[in-house]
């Protein structure tokens, strides 16, 4: 896949969505989750019937990472090749609890930069644009209230 291919806006989001990724930073340090199935990634996932973006962000932190989480600001969105927007938020860890059984992922870790393209879920370049925006930007972590 062509790495210019997914439109990403920063600033914008966008006013339907279908699935928030969630950028989570702990003690200096950026949370990366193994999905059973796939590789490392961050933490996000399908919108539920009427979930707001700060919902699905706190829902998908819990269960894919155990993480509970505050500061949650909306950074951006980007579409995906099928039209769907999947909003990015940025947030910090309150603290972790043990990984939830019976979902997707098996265990997290914290990083510093992001793995290599062959040990990502999605490696269209998507993540890299985030991270550095994320780590560049040095997004205040302040609360915000989003719908």
Request: proline fraction near 3%; include cysteine; glycine fraction near 4%.
């Amino acid at each position: 896949m062509n790495k210019c291919e997914v439109d990403l806006f920063f600033g914008m989001i966008p006013e339907n969505f279908d699935y928030v990724l969630t950028i989570l930073r702990y003690e200096n340090k950026f949370v990366m989750v193994k999905n059973k199935n796939r590789k490392w990634e961050f933490t996000g996932g399908k919108r539920a019937a009427n979930e707001t973006i700060i919902e699905v962000a706190k829902r998908e932190s819990w269960e894919e990472a155990g993480a509970r989480i505050e500061n949650i600001i909306p950074i951006g969105y980007y579409r995906l090749h099928d039209n769907k927007n999947v909003v990015v938020t940025s947030a910090d860890v309150k603290y972790f609890e043990d990984m939830p059984c019976g979902y997707e992922t098996e265990k997290r870790t914290l990083v510093n930069h992001l793995p290599d393209d062959s040990d990502l879920s999605f490696a269209d370049g998507i993540y890299q644009r985030i991270f550095d925006y994320v780590k560049n930007n040095q997004i205040e972590m302040v609360t915000k209230h989003f719908v």
